[in-house]
C-alpha cells in the first residue's frame, strides 16, 4: 500500500520538446516549403484538433509514407514495417487502455533478448517505455508507425477479449488499498509487480500462468472519455 501511495503521488515527467519541429524537418529534407508549412499550421490552429503531420497529409504536401519517416527521424527510431505480434504474449502483454492513451502498440517481441518493439503513432514516451521495463522485466525499443496504421491495430486488440484487465477510474488512495486488497486476498499471486505509467497505477497479479492487471486510471472517467472521443474523431476525419 506505501508503494500505491508513492505511485499516486508522483508528478507524470513533462514531456521534453521535440528536436526538431518535423515541419523544419521536412523542409530541411526538401519534402516541404515553408509555405506549405505555414499553410498546414494555420489549418491546424483553424480546425482545433489533429498534429501537424495529419494536416500536411489532408493538404496533399505529403505522402503518408513521407511524414511517417520523418517522424522516424524527429524521433530517433527505426520505422514499424508490419505488425507480427500475438496479443496473446503474455510475456509481453499491456493492458489495452494503457496502449490506447500512449497511442502505441506492441510491435514485436524477441524472447531471445527479451526485447519488446513498441510501435507509436504520435509522440515517443521514454517515460512509459521505462515503466512497462520495470513491470514487464524486458528492454523496450521504440519504433514509428503512422497514425492511421496505430489505429487499426488498436482496433483491432478492441475486439479481442481482455477477460483478466480490470479498469477503475479513481484517485482516492483508501478505495485503491480496498480494491487491491480484495484482489489481493482473492487472488493470492505468486508475483505482485506495479508501477506508473503516465495517469495510470498498473498492479500485474501473476499466480502461476495467469495475469491479472489491475489499472488505476487517476485522472476523472468523463475526461477519459472525452479524449477517446476526441480521438476518435481525429481518426474519422483522417
Known amino acids: 500500500m506505501s508503494q500505491i501511495s508513492r505511485l499516486r503521488a508522483i508528478a507524470p515527467s513533462a514531456q521534453p520538446a521535440n528536436r526538431i519541429p518535423l515541419g523544419l524537418l521536412m523542409v530541411a529534407r526538401g519534402k516541404l516549403t515553408h509555405l506549405e508549412v505555414r499553410a498546414a499550421l494555420e489549418a491546424q490552429r483553424r480546425a482545433r484538433y489533429g498534429t501537424i503531420g495529419d494536416w500536411i497529409e489532408k493538404l496533399g504536401f505529403a505522402s503518408e509514407r513521407e511524414v511517417t519517416a520523418a517522424l522516424a527521424l524527429q524521433w530517433g527510431c527505426p520505422v514499424a514495417s508490419s505488425f507480427d505480434f500475438s496479443p496473446d504474449n503474455s510475456r509481453a502483454y499491456i493492458p489495452l487502455v494503457i496502449l490506447e492513451a500512449f497511442r ?23 517515460a512509459a517505455l521505462y515503466a512497462i521495463e520495470k513491470i514487464l522485466e524486458c528492454r523496450t525499443q521504440p519504433c514509428v508507425s ?17 477477460p483478466n484487465d480490470v479498469e477503475f477510474f479513481t484517485a482516492d488512495f483508501s478505495e485503491m488499498a480496498r480494491i487491491t486488497s480484495s484482489y489481493t486476498a482473492r487472488i493470492s499471486p505468486d508475483e505482485v509487480r506495479l508501477s506508473r505509467v503516465g495517469q495510470f497505477i498498473w498492479l500485474r497479479l501473476k499466480r502461476e500462468a495467469t495475469l491479472t492487471n489491475l489499472v488505476f486510471c487517476l485522472e476523472p472517467a468523463n475526461r477519459r472519455a472525452q479524449s477517446s472521443s476526441l480521438l476518435r474523431g481525429i481518426q474519422e476525419k483522417a
Open 146 to 162: 503512422s497514425p492511421r496504421s496505430v489505429a487499426r491495430q488498436l482496433e483491432r486488440l478492441r475486439q479481442i477479449p481482455h
Open 104 to 126: 502505441m502498440v506492441p510491435f514485436r517481441y524477441f524472447a531471445s533478448t527479451n526485447t519488446l518493439n513498441l510501435a507509436f503513432g504520435a509522440r515517443v514516451d521514454h
